[in-house]
Nanobody, 124 residues
Framework: QVQLIESGGGLVQAGGSLRLSCVAS????????MGWFRQAPGKEREFVGT????????YYADSVKGRFTISRDNAKNTVYLQMNSLKPEDTAVYYC?????????????????WGQGTQVTVSS
């Protein structure tokens, strides 16, 4: 069993930055690929980015590529989402998710565990 707790959300002006953290409890964090997803009001949850179990490979949605960066510290059981050049359309609840195994995924149904989410609001 893995529990995920996100933090770092908040209100920021357009063009600003935030760093989200996701701390995992449980065993073998390094055995899990990690993903970040977001959900805006009235919309489906969408893929943001993902990392392999060791952080060597990452993949991002086109909408955030070049602005968001995923990193992870397996010694601290933590994955991060650095968000720069934020836009009002980035406003959403952001979720981290864990998928057992080395390979990442873009799809919500392929993740085993989810955090409770953290709100990010970008004002114009």
């Amino acid at each position: 069993q893995v529990q995920l707790i996100e933090s770092g959300g908040g209100l920021v002006q357009a063009g600003g930055s935030l760093r989200l953290s996701c701390v995992a409890s449980g065993r073998k964090f390094g055995s899990y690929a990690m993903g970040w997803f977001r959900q805006a009001p009235g919309k489906e949850r969408e893929f943001v980015g993902t990392s392999t179990y060791n952080g060597d490979n990452t993949y991002y949605a086109d909408s955030v590529k070049g602005r968001f960066t995923i990193s992870r510290d397996n010694a601290k059981n933590t994955v991060y989402l650095q968000m720069n050049s934020l836009k009002p359309e980035d406003t959403a609840v952001y979720y981290c998710a864990a998928r057992y195994g080395s390979m990442f995924s873009l799809y919500t149904d392929q993740y085993d565990y989810w955090g409770q989410g953290t709100q990010v609001t970008v004002s114009s």
